[in-house]
């Protein structure tokens, strides 16, 4: 019997992990739209972008009652070119995803499932877009603060916060109400 031919684009998930499916791939960042807005405005030259490299698996888990269930173990690896946060420039920052997913039949399902699940719970279809999903990850595993492993940009002058010399400033500086204290104090003798 001859496999079924799946595609990442429109991919029927109950038939791919019927078959114990297995799909792999390179995808081209720029088609990722997203994932390409919160690049940093001085990438603007596709051929330095790295190419994303993913696989998906997918099987059904059997289950004490009921049908089994649909589970995909995703792989993603890609690096983007963000802004560093301490010296503004490019940073490629890799990003990894290795997951698992449970489908189910409904979307009040999931919805009710996902709160108490560890595994991300999704919705099956028969016209899954995988490389959706892959940009979906890639965005969760983007580091809220992006900066250079080594950056050497040093914090100057105004810019450093330093709690002792604060401190200090703050005790020269008289208290507003210090004058009325020394009036009612010269008053009560």
Do not use: Y
């Amino acid at each position: 019997m001859k496999s079924r031919e799946f595609t990442p684009e429109r991919l029927d998930i109950l038939a791919f992990a019927t078959d114990h499916g297995t799909l792999e791939g390179n995808v081209d960042l720029q088609t990722m739209l997203r994932l390409r807005a919160g690049f940093h405005a001085a990438a603007t030259d596709p051929s330095t972008w790295p190419q994303g490299h993913w696989q998906a698996t997918a099987e059904l888990r059997p289950q004490t009652k009921g049908a089994p269930q649909v589970w995909l173990h995703l792989q993603a690896q890609t690096a983007v070119p963000l802004e560093c946060q301490r010296c503004l420039q490019t940073v490629q920052e890799p990003l990894s995803v290795d997951r698992w997913f449970r489908f189910v039949a409904t979307e009040a399902e999931a919805e009710q499932l996902d709160t108490d699940a560890d595994e991300d719970i999704l919705v099956i279809s028969r016209t899954f877009d995988l490389l959706a999903l892959i940009e979906d990850e890639w965005l969760l595993a983007q580091p809220l603060v992006p900066v250079h492993p080594d950056c050497e940009l040093a914090f100057t002058g105004s810019d450093t916060f330093d709690d002792a010399a604060n401190e200090s400033e703050a005790s020269q500086t008289p208290h507003p109400f210090a004058a009325l204290a020394k009036m009612k104090l010269d008053t009560s003798r």
